[in-house]
DNA sequence: CAGTGGTCTAGACCACTGG
DNA sequence: CAGTGGTCTAGACCACTGC
């Protein structure tokens, strides 16, 4: 595997995908062929060539795309299914991992009730309380790369399980790729609200990172949650990134915990 | 790869490590090659015959030994590393994980400063309230595995970061396998508990599982924790499994989230 | 320098899916 | 049945470690 140009031989007329080797350089961080396969692979996710729940090209294609053997496109393509990016289904081919399959309603959501397991209370209702344009808070803006004041998208909501309210969410997404979301959308919607965003926007959000903490509801929460003043709820901030690692979306979660709880498991 | 005995050609005069084809199974269930090679090295963990911190053997020892190619034997490892249970160092060789390295220190501890990473505060001071036999009550028994009444060991300590009290943990041991474990002797430990669970009682913690929830401080959180009456903490109920998958521990930890956070990552 | 894990290839065959 | 991903092998070479 040397340096070479992309030859052209078939593949559309797009994607300048050469894999670099690092021939004679001296060394200044080795990085495997199999891995720039993997950036390449990404590349293409991220510029829209295969859109969520779509096939991909087959391994042998892929090799033959890139000029190595099927091991290593094997090897890359290993790493972005781990990750979640994509999804293998031996018989069949390689798909683009989407948040609307049904395995996996709520990838992102950790919530679940103490007994049973997550569905055994019925299908979740969602109340959207609202949905308004704003302009970025000093920490919502440093949240999602923002400058103060830049126009974003605030949505509240309300998810009950069961009948029951359990959830509160204020979302806050910056207002431009999402213009023209609305509440109408939002409620006539089937289907987790980050498939929304994948079909509708045209983002599709990887990775998450979430911090936790216990509170005491405020009077707002005591309303929409329908709790007693002062009951101790879990606070989840969760920051979503997209395939190119921008974060997306800012999310403040209030979960009742009496009877629901967030599980997490320690490899 | 066909079904045959081991042939014993060296490696001491233990195992039973027969690789079994499903040749001619009416294929009820699967298994390929490398996960039953897989299988018999964490056989091999189990029985201690490689203790954390060790040495395993080269890949191409373990492919002769098992009579396969070191490509197969790779697969399984590789799993296993995935898992933490083993460690790959380029040059050296694959080590047995454990809890004693400093790079994981608290491994199993999401919780983190606001502010700074972790040990950014120095070093946390463990202070060992209590250690006491007791009797197994019926949810820790149930936690554990055990039967209501068995004999538990049951540690209270208090974690303190730069020098204010953080977190607050109630620990059931089944008495049985921790027998002599003392105050002393987690007061004198340095190093990580799970770790001295390693050394002195031959018990690796490999895996976890937690549930979070948000309460409100009762009279003991107070005053351990130094909060007002009724502050928020987050309950975090974890259960540790040993390498045989058995509960081995149950902790019960109350956390300050005024100052930290509990951070995770959703992939 | 030898020994380790890490990469890459080429080819054979197996398990699964769908037409 | 052809096409897909999944397994297994054998061999060559590379990157890293320590003596």
New interface residues.
């Given amino acids: 595997m040397q340096t070479f140009p992309e030859p052209v031989t078939e593949p559309a007329m797009m994607s300048p995908e050469v894999a670099i080797s690092q021939a004679s350089m001296a060394t200044p961080a080795f990085s495997p062929l199999y891995r720039q396969i993997k950036g390449l692979i990404l590349n293409s996710l991220r510029a829209g060539e295969w859109k969520p729940g779509e096939l991909i090209p087959s391994e042998m294609d892929l090799a033959a795309r890139f000029h190595v053997s099927q091991g290593t496109v094997r090897k890359a393509v290993d790493e972005l299914a781990a990750?979640?990016l994509l999804l293998r289904r031996q018989g069949k081919g390689t798909f683009v991992a989407t948040h609307a399959e049904q395995q996996v309603q709520f990838?992102?959501l950790?919530l679940v009730p103490d007994s049973g397991t997550r569905g055994s209370e019925g299908p979740a209702q969602r109340d959207i309380i609202e949905c308004k344009r704003s302009r970025a808070s000093a920490d919502v803006a440093r949240a999602l790369a923002l400058r103060n004041g830049d126009n974003v998208l605030q949505v509240r909501r309300v998810l009950s399980f069961g009948g029951a309210p359990i959830i509160l969410e204020d979302i806050w997404l910056p207002a431009a790729p999402f213009k023209g979301l609305s509440a109408e959308q939002l409620a006539n919607y089937q289907g987790p609200m980050y498939a929304l965003f994948e079909t509708e926007f045209n983002m599709r959000m990887v990775?998450?990172?979430?911090?936790?903490?216990?509170?005491?509801a405020t009077a707002q929460h005591e309303q929409l949650l329908k709790v007693a003043p002062?009951t101790?709820?879990?606070?989840v901030e969760?920051v979503a990134y997209t395939y190119r690692d921008e974060p997306m979306e800012l999310r403040r979660g209030y979960?009742r915990?009496d009877t629901h709880?967030?599980?997490?498991?320690?490899?």
């Fill in positions: 990750e979640n990838r992102f950790k990775r998450a990172e979430e911090k936790i903490r216990a509170i005491a002062g101790p709820l879990l606070s969760r979960y915990t709880h967030y599980h997490n498991t320690l490899g």
